[in-house]
């Protein structure tokens, strides 16, 4: 099981943040109605809302460079994978440093995001 829920985990990381870099309204497949987001405190519930509010996102050009991926095994069929990264929008020279937190759940063979908590990470002051 170790070896598959890390394979899962990367697999699913550099597929999110292609489709998310390339086509934001196609991460519609990976969510379902009871799936919820916080993305920056605001709570987002269903896919249709999800995809709604991150194709809304006040840039069009987004690269996420990922520096971590972790992943743990989760009670029924899950897996917990946190991601720290660094996100360039619309070209801006200095990139942002973020962190975002999925819980993947199984269904029929195959993966979606039941919980997906994002945040920007500011510099202490």
């Known amino acids: 099981m ?16 292609d489709t998310f870099d390339k086509n934001r309204p196609a991460l519609k497949a990976l969510y379902r109605p009871q799936s919820m987001l916080t993305f920056e405190q605001q ?8 995809v ?11 690269i996420h460079k990922v520096a971590t991926k972790d ?3 989760s009670a029924e069929d899950g897996i917990i994978v946190m991601v720290t990264g660094a996100l360039q929008v619309d070209g ?7 962190t975002q937190t999925f819980q993947l759940k199984s269904e029929a063979g195959s993966w979606y995001v039941l919980n997906d908590v994002f945040r920007l990470v500011y510099p202490a002051a």
């Open 2 to 17: 170790a070896a598959e829920f890390q394979t899962i985990a990367e697999q699913f990381v550099d597929f999110y943040y």
């Open 92 to 98: 801006q020279e200095q990139p942002m440093s973020y």
């Open 52 to 62: 709604e509010k991150l194709t809304n996102l006040p840039f069009n050009q987004v």
């Open 71 to 73: 992943a743990q095994p």
């Open 43 to 50: 709570p987002v519930q269903g896919a249709d809302g999800i």
